[in-house]
């Protein structure tokens, strides 16, 4: 199957099998995939929150409408944004950059310099919607990944980030929750699995020139 | 290769191989792919331009500091959100379901009730930011999508999206440029091809719970 078949046939899962859970080498990859999105200049605005824990999950399922796929897939992922996006920030990323090419941290002052303009360019409350957009590039690359591997995924805004701050304790590690995927497989009885995808026509879509 | 290979294969492609472009159907595949990726209750938030025009990409790199990809790579992709995300939006695409799905428009109150709802509850400038989340979704399955296709892609924030409004005329269709990415095949000397990937480690980036 090409990745478009994959595409086609994932869905936005709704209701998971809750005896099937992803193996360890499954949720690997699908953590290898988040590591490996890109961001602005790299910066990886994000931490993510891969969660088992019964307690937590029927706390958040509470903060989520009530949902059940946030209790019952067999992984929530939460993507939560980092709120401190600062000058020390941008510093330890080209020290991480420095270590891992094994280059000296001086050669890379250019590279220092635009990366800490684009930060200081932008006032706190741009800091966060721009890392919130990154965590959405996650989003899907997570979304086409685990299609790519014939794991079911479940991307979701519908909860109260607030509360999952307050559940997770995110306010104090400089995150916000941002939006959210259950991943897991499909229960075989999921009728949105079922439902003819709906898009917008390619020349609604698409415009070329 | 796994999806995740194909994901370390992959960069943010700076220099194109301006000798090659993406074949029809290579093409095809990409857009097949952004018009799958998942959105927020399905409303695909924005329009995708695909530019190849010559003319049209000499300006686009004026506003976009000259970066060169933006004139060399095989297509530019710019994902424009909607900036009117209204009503009238909404009930369109319940009409789009209605339709793909052979169902009476009645039998989706619930849903258009929702819909609607979800758009309601926003002011203006929140609708924005949401479309523009959602075309970040889009980006990430694109680039993971050509990863998967052996295609190469170069997402950028590094452009001025009043000036692409300008060039493109999104103000009057209700648009505003959001995200771009460039797409083609890379140069054989495209030195950021030869630097080793950088990415928080997973312990770092990921906190399980």
């Given at each position: 199957?090409s990745?478009?078949?994959?595409?086609?046939?994932r869905?936005a899962?709704?209701k998971?099998?809750?005896?099937?859970?992803?193996?360890?080498p499954?949720?690997?990859?699908?953590l290898d995939?988040?590591?490996?999105?890109?961001?602005?200049?790299g910066?990886?605005?994000?931490?993510?929150?891969?969660?088992?824990n019964?307690?937590?999950r029927?706390?958040?399922?509470?903060?989520?409408?009530?949902?059940?796929?946030i209790?019952?897939?067999?992984?929530?992922?939460v993507?939560?944004?980092e709120t401190?996006?600062?000058?020390?920030?941008?510093?330890?990323?080209?020290?991480l950059?420095?270590?891992?090419?094994s280059?000296?941290?001086?050669?890379l002052?250019?590279?220092?310099?635009m990366?800490?303009?684009a930060?200081?360019?932008?006032?706190p409350e741009?800091?966060?919607?721009?890392?919130?957009?990154?965590?959405?590039i996650?989003?899907?690359v997570?979304v086409?990944?685990?299609?790519?591997l014939?794991i079911?995924a479940?991307?979701?805004?519908?909860?109260?980030?607030?509360?999952?701050?307050?559940?997770?304790?995110?306010?104090?590690?400089g995150?916000?929750?941002?939006?959210i995927?259950?991943?897991?497989?499909r229960?075989d009885d999921?009728h949105f699995?079922?439902l003819?995808?709906?898009?917008?026509?390619?020349n609604?879509?698409?415009?070329?020139i």
């Amino acid at each position: 199957m090409s990745i478009v078949d994959k595409l086609k046939w994932r869905y936005a899962t709704k209701k998971f099998d809750t005896n099937k859970k992803l193996s360890a080498p499954q949720l690997d990859q699908l953590l290898d995939a988040i590591q490996l999105s890109p961001s602005s200049h790299g910066l990886q605005h994000y931490k993510v929150l891969v969660i088992e824990n019964p307690g937590v999950r029927a706390k958040l399922r509470e903060a989520a409408y009530g949902q059940p796929q946030i209790t019952d897939a067999s992984q929530l992922i939460v993507f939560a944004a980092e709120t401190n996006m600062d000058e020390v920030y941008g510093k330890n990323f080209i020290s991480l950059i420095a270590e891992t090419r094994s280059v000296a941290r001086e050669t890379l002052g250019g590279l220092e310099g635009m990366v800490l303009g684009a930060i200081a360019s932008r006032t706190p409350e741009q800091r966060v919607l721009w890392a919130q957009k990154q965590a959405y590039i996650a989003l899907g690359v997570l979304v086409a990944a685990a299609a790519a591997l014939g794991i079911d995924a479940g991307p979701m805004e519908g909860f109260d980030p607030a509360k999952f701050d307050e559940i997770l304790g995110l306010k104090e590690k400089g995150l916000t929750a941002t939006v959210i995927a259950a991943v897991g497989f499909r229960a075989d009885d999921d009728h949105f699995s079922k439902l003819v995808k709906v898009r917008r026509p390619k020349n609604e879509l698409f415009i070329h020139i």
